[in-house]
């Protein structure tokens, strides 16, 4: 069974700071990783997806990376501001269209003022 | 992307009562859509696939006569709680899948609570 852990579970930091959200998948036969924004009480926010052929992915501020073979993905946030305080949440595809997401808890994270 | 609602955004019942969850894709046509439910502080956790003109595939755990789930058309997939209970309070959340690379595209969600 797929299982997906996300370090750390909370963050704070100054804003400006560049930071790394980490995502660990134990099943590496994956069709793609999707990474989520959700903010409290909403739905979910899609950020980027990365196909499994696929090492990384940009978009803006963001990049998200992937290994498969490692079972792991990490999202870079550069130049953080306080807008992007959400609960950031990444989540694998199985199979593909048929199948749903397995998630992992989440980062929350905080960027002060 | 598929722009995805969800009918109502909030909603309290009584213990014992059911309660339908409408969940809409409005510019695209889904054949598989799916439904998550998220406990305070935990992730979205998938309970069931909702196909198009078949039924749909439950989750290990989820009850399918407690959790109808009703595909009536390719824009239209139902979730009715039925005989709800004060352990059924949460956030049901519905998702479509797109084209590939089958990125998921979700509603903002209904909250459930059970009085």
């Known amino acids: 069974k797929q299982e997906v852990t996300q370090i750390p579970a909370a963050l704070s930091v100054p804003e400006g700071e560049n930071l790394v959200l980490n995502c660990s998948f134990t099943?590496?036969?994956?069709?793609?990783l999707q990474w989520f924004r959700q903010d409290p009480g909403k739905g979910l926010t899609s950020l980027l997806l990365?196909?499994?052929?696929?090492r990384e992915q940009t978009s803006g501020r963001l990049n998200a990376s992937l290994d498969k073979s490692s079972g792991r993905s990490t999202l870079y946030i550069a130049a953080s501001q306080p807008g992007d305080s959400a609960t950031y949440l990444c989540?694998?595809?199985?199979?593909?269209?048929?199948?749903?997401?397995?998630f992992g808890k989440g980062t929350h994270l905080i960027i002060q003022p | 992307g598929a722009v995805v609602s969800q009918h109502p955004s909030w909603v309290i019942c009584k213990s014992g009562t059911s309660v339908k969850i409408e969940c809409r894709s409005l510019?695209?046509?889904?054949?598989?859509m799916f439904w998550y439910r998220q406990f305070p502080k935990q992730s979205l956790m998938l309970m069931a696939t909702?196909?198009?003109?078949?039924?749909?595939?439950?989750e290990q755990g989820v009850e399918k006569d407690k959790f109808l789930i009703n595909h009536a058309s390719l824009t239209l997939s139902t979730l009715t709680v039925t005989s709800a209970h004060p352990e059924d309070s949460s956030f049901y959340i519905c998702?479509?899948?797109?084209?590939?690379?089958?990125?998921?595209?979700f509603g903002p969600g209904t909250r459930l609570t059970v009085t």
């Open positions: 099943d590496s036969a994956i069709y793609n």
């Open positions: 989540a694998v595809l199985r199979q593909g269209g048929a199948d749903g997401l397995t």
């Open positions: 909702s196909n198009e003109g078949s039924k749909a595939t439950y």
């Open positions: 998702s479509v899948a797109g084209d590939k690379p089958y990125e998921q595209y």
């Open positions: 510019d695209f046509q889904a054949t598989t």
């Open positions: 990365i196909q499994s052929s696929q």
